[in-house]
């Protein structure tokens, strides 16, 4: 069974930057698509960002492109999400997902495996 664990989020000032991670475990990582959601507190969960499964394709939301920064290592069963230039709308609670799919998908619909999320807070 896949399992993926959050980590990085925290408080922290506008126009600061964090690093979230995410850890994945149980099948073979290099055969998943992986994305990044966030949820903020009275929204709806939205796709912020998704990487393919080897080839380096990456897909970003209007909203954080220029700013945030995904990346995977396969070696390490690991996807990142880089943000930087952080502003409070990216207020929310962050949550990787994965799909065994050749596409990068921007529903959530589309993941099969979610992690538990981790709190990202900026303060303006």
């Known amino acids: 069974q896949v399992q993926l664990v959050e980590s990085g ?6 126009g600061g930057s964090l690093r979230l991670s995410c850890t994945f475990s149980g099948r073979t990582f290099s055969t998943y698509n992986m994305g990044w959601f966030r949820q903020a507190p009275g929204k709806e969960r939205e796709f912020v960002a998704g ?6 394709s990456v897909d970003y939301a209007d ?5 945030f920064t995904i990346s995977r290592d396969n070696a390490k069963n690991t996807v990142y999400l880089q943000m930087s230039s952080l502003k409070a709308d990216d207020t929310a609670v962050y949550y990787c997902a994965g799909a065994i799919s050749s596409l990068i998908w921007r529903s959530e619909q589309r993941y099969s495996t979610w992690g538990q999320g981790t709190q990202v807070t900026v303060s303006s």
């Open 51 to 56: 990487i393919g499964r080897s080839d380096g």
């Open 9 to 14: 989020g925290g408080l922290v000032q506008a």
């Open 63 to 67: 909203s954080v492109k220029g700013r």
